[in-house]
């Protein structure tokens, strides 16, 4: 028994230190593969300007590979790490990549909020065409026009929706609009918040933005090539495949005459997953560095709307 208990041990030690192996070798290839697709845009990038040539499919294929790969994920986490050891010896340098993300997530949010208007607009351009006009179409434009079934124009309204969703939702977390499940929260130090905070965003943040990334890479893509690609497809089966590769956009509408835009929102899950990601590691750096820093630096460099005087545009936020 006690033989067979120190091989099971023996066993899991072993397996955990092949995991850690793995886990160094692949970020350790991280740094190179940053290094390689720096140096050689063409492998992955040459279907940007799309000739219908061999070249082009092959890189094609390396990007919807690589987009999905572990070999991406180490390359970014290579950045990351690089940037966060760079922060704790020149904390101002993190400071830095903090205001430029939320920046970048208060930019977003602010310039999509404008669809909410746009959905209202066109909600009532709809209304009168229906009730007043009555009208079977809507038709924008000059020369030759925008021109679609009013349904079309109905069913579209959802992308603008999706758009307020996916595209300002770090906007939201910077600016304190979440919703806050509290039952511990406020009643501990301010290092232990941003202990929690730093908790809650490596356990929750992140791996839910990586998960929503994987999945929704190959959901997009599934819809705007084939033959379709597959997660459990090796980059050796993509390349061999390449050479019938075509695109085929979906265009297939829940009715006759509907919205048939939908590969859309497929984009807009992919951004939504890109932008949770990027905010959870500046939400993990500030939280860092409001520990380090302690109290006084709670909300520094913070950006927040205001209606003017100093009142806070969102009411309850901490």
């Known amino acids: 028994m006690e033989n067979e208990n120190g091989a099971e041990a023996g066993g899991f030690f072993a397996a955990v230190f092949d995991g850690l192996i793995w886990f160094v070798q692949s970020l350790a290839l991280g740094f190179y593969?940053?290094?390689?697709?720096?140096?050689?845009?063409?492998?992955?990038?040459?279907?940007?300007?799309?000739?219908?040539?061999?070249?082009?499919?092959?890189?094609?294929?390396?990007?919807?590979?690589?987009?999905?790969?572990?070999?991406?994920?180490?390359?970014?986490l290579a950045i990351v790490l690089t940037v966060f050891a760079v922060g704790v010896w020149r904390n101002e340098f993190m400071w830095g990549c903090v205001r430029v993300l939320e920046g970048f997530a208060n930019g977003t949010g602010r310039l999509?909020?404008?669809?909410?208007?746009?959905?209202?607009?066109?909600?009532?351009?709809?209304?009168?065409?229906?009730?007043?006009?009555?009208?079977?179409?809507?038709?924008?434009?000059?020369?030759?026009?925008?021109?679609?079934?009013?349904?079309?124009?109905?069913?579209?309204?959802?992308?603008?929706?999706a758009m307020v969703v996916c595209l300002s939702v770090t906007s939201t977390f910077v600016q304190g609009g979440q919703e806050r499940a509290d039952l511990s929260y406020a009643a501990v130090s301010h290092r232990a918040k941003r202990v929690i905070d730093m908790v809650g965003s490596l356990i929750f943040m992140v791996p839910t933005a990586v998960l929503i990334w994987l999945y929704g890479w190959y959901f997009l893509w599934r819809h705007l090539i084939t033959p379709n690609p597959a997660a459990s497809y090796d980059l050796e089966r993509l390349m061999r495949t390449s050479r019938a590769v075509r695109w085929s956009v979906e265009t297939i509408g829940f009715s006759p005459n509907g919205f048939n835009g939908y590969f859309l929102f497929k984009i807009l899950l992919v951004s939504f997953a890109g932008l949770v990601f990027l905010h959870g590691v500046a939400f993990f750096m500030r939280s860092y560095l409001e520990w380090k820093e302690g109290e006084g630096s709670e909300g520094k460099y913070m950006d927040r709307d205001t209606l003017g005087d100093g009142e806070e545009a969102y009411e309850g936020t901490h």
């Not at 746009?118 to 009555?134: A, E, G, N, S, Y």
């Not at 021109?147 to 929706?161: H, M, R, T, V």
């Open 112 to 161: 999509f909020a404008w669809a909410g208007l746009l959905m209202v607009l066109q909600q009532i351009v709809i209304v009168f065409m229906q009730r007043i006009f009555t009208r079977p179409d809507i038709s924008f434009g000059f020369g030759i026009p925008l021109q679609f079934d009013i349904s079309w124009f109905a069913e579209e309204l959802k992308l603008y929706n």
């Open 33 to 76: 593969d940053i290094l390689y697709a720096i140096t050689h845009p063409g492998s992955w990038l040459d279907w940007l300007t799309w000739a219908n040539t061999t070249e082009d499919k092959e890189s094609l294929m390396r990007f919807v590979y690589y987009g999905g790969s572990t070999e991406f994920f180490f390359s970014v």
